[in-house]
């Protein structure tokens, strides 16, 4: 889950609100029948499929092979069959008789193969691109090594798609739910130009739901239930109203007022409203946590954020504990890594991976050893002292309490530490992350799929997300290995990635600070909603007001 901004808007905006979606509807009328009023924390930036920056919403208007069901199990979609070769590398699907875009086209398998080859098409400008690594010619294409109508994937008639892989992928089945992998109309899309996706009218959509009402900006727009839909004989809800709300404060009151069906609230208002009977904690798979630039352009800060004793000195100086439930008090915990807890369990034992990873001294608080790594550090930097910055997005809830957090800790417990907070706009955060414009990030990686390869592909040398730099041949390898040597063999791969998780806490190349964990006040009427927490995370297919 990437950096969870545009159509997931749930996805990157750590202080994640429910929603992508909202309409004009009139707050003075009487609710009507079947319409769920939900908040979002920004406007909807992008409705191009191969264009988004986050999925988080986006399986409510898109669809693909399959969808993301309970509990993140893989439920049918748009594929009605599907059969995998004996070596697991090419995949054969079956589009369903009745599968249609919202304007009554036939939904084909040439669709997919549209889709796949435009998003992978340099000028699109693809965040997701390397999501396709493992398809056949994926990483040739990915590097601009190879043209992007040599990606894997064929018609082999009009309903049956046929996949090839480079080599098995143990989460293929799972990535075939992401709305990423959805097919696109092209006769719509040259229909309509450069207007296209450019308003809600210029699209068309193959899940339960369409967009309406939104034209490219504003702070109101819509689901409606999608008439062409396979399955619209399930979809309850008629309508999916969504408003912008950035202050939790106004969003209480929006809630109080009737006006809107859940109300994220702040860690503050979860102390006064934890015993309602409304009260609901909804989990994510997103850590939050510190990224070190070590290609600072101010050469001092790169060999200090380059030091292991400074970094693993700031990470044992940290009481995750006291942040999770005193400071944010909002059911956030404690990680015991890089990977977030709840994602995957070993094949072998049923093990959670996150217990697995974990690694002595490195996400506990040990006040004692962060003084004695401290000074070990600046002695071999010597230097009596440090000046850093912390940048955070400024629109997440949380972002401030926990931005002053650290530099009240680190500042106490590491002697001669100066940390300068810089709470920015998340538009700016994104912009000099990318850039390489900060010496520490408050950051967070989302999973988008139940698997640890969704956080630990991050750090790999060539990974454009890395922003930080890091860099280690070793865990290239780990990883290399993972997805390569070892992809048939489940147990192999799953000790390839636990070795490289535990070389990330044992040098501290990314800080891991909390697990997020989300509260709200949503209507005891409001039923049916699937929330995983991992790729898309919010389904409305089953939805309703009781």
């Not at 399955?231 to 809107?260: A, E």
Request: aromatic residues 10%; hydrophobic residues 35%.
């Amino acid at each position: 889950m990437k950096r969870w901004t545009g159509f997931g808007l749930i996805a990157a905006v750590i202080a994640m609100s429910l929603g992508l979606a909202a309409c004009g509807q009139s707050t003075s009328a009487a609710k009507p029948s079947q319409v769920l009023r939900l908040p979002a924390t920004a406007q909807l930036d992008t409705i191009d499929l191969a264009k988004a920056t986050g999925y988080g919403q986006t399986g409510n208007v898109f669809e693909s092979f399959y969808r993301l069901g309970k509990d993140g199990k893989v439920a049918p979609g748009l594929a009605d069959s599907a059969k995998v070769s004996k070596d697991k590398k090419t995949w054969t699907f079956h589009i369903r008789d009745n599968a249609k875009w919202s304007n009554g086209d036939k939904i084909t398998a040439q669709d997919f193969v549209y889709s796949w080859r435009r998003t992978l098409t340099p000028s699109t400008k693809s965040s997701y691109m390397n999501m396709f690594s493992g398809i056949k010619n994926g990483d040739k294409i990915i590097a601009g090594k190879a043209n992007p109508a040599t990606i894997g994937i064929s018609a082999k008639n009009k309903q049956t798609v046929v996949i090839q892989l480079e080599k098995p992928i143990a989460y293929f089945k799972i990535l075939m739910a992401y709305p990423l992998f959805a097919p696109q109309n092209e006769k719509v899309i040259n229909k309509y130009g450069k207007k296209y996706a450019t308003k809600s009218q210029y699209m068309v959509y193959s899940g339960p739901f369409k967009i309406t009402n939104w034209t490219g900006t504003g702070n109101t727009w819509s689901f409606v239930k999608n008439s062409q839909y396979w399955d619209k004989r399930v979809v309850k809800l008629h309508q999916i109203d969504y408003q912008v709300v950035t202050n939790p404060q106004t969003g209480l009151s929006l809630y109080q007022n009737k006006k809107l069906d859940f109300a994220q609230l702040s860690n503050e208002q979860v102390k006064n409203y934890k015993n309602n009977s409304a009260f609901q904690e909804y989990p994510y798979s997103i850590v939050i946590h510190l990224k070190y630039n070590f290609q600072d352009a101010n050469k001092e800060k790169r060999r200090i954020m380059s030091n292991q004793n400074v970094r693993q000195a700031i990470a044992l100086s940290i009481n995750r504990s006291q942040l999770t439930k005193k400071v944010l008090g909002d059911g956030s915990v404690t990680p015991t890594g890089f990977v977030a807890s709840g994602l995957a369990r070993d094949p072998k034992t049923g093990e959670d991976f996150a217990k697995q990873q974990a690694v002595k001294n490195t996400t506990t608080y040990n006040p004692t050893l962060a003084k004695q790594k401290w000074a070990a550090g600046l002695k071999q930097l010597g230097i009596k002292k440090v000046d850093l910055s912390i940048m955070a997005g400024n629109d997440d809830v949380a972002a401030s309490t926990v931005t002053q957090y650290l530099k009240s800790a680190l500042e106490k417990n590491l002697k001669g530490f100066n940390l300068t907070i810089q709470n920015v706009p998340a538009s700016v955060a994104q912009s000099r992350s990318t850039s390489g414009d900060f010496d520490l990030y408050l950051s967070h990686w989302g999973a988008d799929f139940n698997d640890p390869i969704s956080f630990l592909q991050i750090p790999v040398s060539s990974n454009s997300l890395n922003y930080g730099k890091w860099s280690s041949k070793a865990y290239d390898k780990m990883i290399a290995k993972a997805q390569n040597q070892d992809a048939g063999n489940d147990e192999a791969r799953w000790q390839d990635m636990v070795q490289a998780a535990k070389l990330i806490n044992k040098t501290q190349s990314f800080t891991p600070l909390y697990q997020a964990n989300y509260a709200y006040l949503q209507r005891t009427d409001v039923k049916g909603i699937i929330h995983n927490t991992a790729g898309t995370q919010w389904s409305y297919k089953y939805a309703y007001i009781k």
